[in-house]
């Protein structure tokens, strides 16, 4: 079966970059009706959607959706020659601290139908500090 | 934006008992909804999507209901390893949004 495996720096110093990558096993990031999702959570604020890609085969390319809030110093990426996706957080604070989670969000053919994420990695816990 | 407030924050419940859990919406969102359980030191994990439809693997004893603005998540008779954290999660083509949660603890 599918699974997730996030990986990255444990602490990032404030104004940095943060980036994660989250490598896929068991199945692959170019194909099939997926969308290749970042979610964080703290105590505080709960989970939080970061945002998706999805790779389509068909184009040889990528398309991305963000949170509204995240979206000027997020980027989600995918390299389909390593099966993995990334996330970079620009210009971090001690508020970008928290638990992050890839996870696989599943669809109907067409995108017509959410089936909702249904494969989690185990998350990484990232603390932003000098 | 779309708010999800779920409630109770924390629900006591005897093993074998029944538990309802709810969630609301700040508009309209048909069944786009989701639930998920977490467990400390996990991942959350797929309960239900389409606001009723069982994912796969998951017990019969947890149902989804309801459209529009509210929603209920309901164990039919709680077992040990259902107490955890329980989250709704609304969705539309341009975000996700996750509820606060609820903690299902023992009574």
């Known amino acids: 079966q599918v699974q997730l495996q996030e990986s990255g720096p444990g602490l990032v110093k404030p104004s940095e970059t943060l980036s994660l990558t989250c490598t896929v096993s068991?199945?692959?990031?170019?194909?099939?009706?997926?969308?290749w999702t970042w979610i964080r959570q703290t105590p505080g604020k709960g989970l939080e959607w970061i945002g998706y890609?999805?790779?389509?085969?068909?184009?040889?390319?990528?398309?991305?959706t963000y949170n509204p809030s995240l979206k000027s110093r997020v980027t989600i990426s995918v390299d389909t020659s390593k099966n993995l996706f990334s996330l970079k957080v620009n210009s971090v604070t001690a508020a970008d601290t928290a638990m992050y989670y890839c996870?696989?969000?599943?669809?109907?053919?067409?995108?017509?139908?959410?089936?909702?994420?249904?494969?989690w990695g185990q998350g990484t816990t990232v603390t932003v500090s000098s | 934006e779309i708010v999800m407030t779920q409630s109770p924050a924390t629900l006591s419940v005897s093993p074998g008992e029944r538990a309802t859990l709810s969630c609301r919406a700040s508009q309209s969102i048909s069944n786009n909804l989701v639930w998920y359980q977490q467990k400390p030191g996990q991942a959350p994990r797929l309960l239900i999507y389409?606001?009723?439809t069982r994912a796969t693997g998951i017990p019969t004893r947890f149902s989804g209901s309801g459209s529009g603005t509210e929603f209920t998540l309901t164990i039919s008779r709680l077992q040990s390893e259902d107490f955890a954290v329980y989250y709704c999660?609304?969705?539309?083509?341009?975000?996700?949004?996750f509820g606060q949660g609820t903690k299902v603890e023992v009574k």
């Open positions: 996870a696989r969000e599943a669809h109907s053919s067409q995108f017509y139908y959410n089936y909702g994420m249904d494969v």
């Open positions: 890609i999805h790779y389509n085969a068909n184009a040889y390319s990528a398309s991305t």
């Open positions: 389409g606001a009723s």
């Open positions: 999660q609304h969705y539309d083509n341009w975000s996700r949004t």
């Open positions: 068991g199945g692959s990031v170019s194909s099939g009706n997926y969308y």
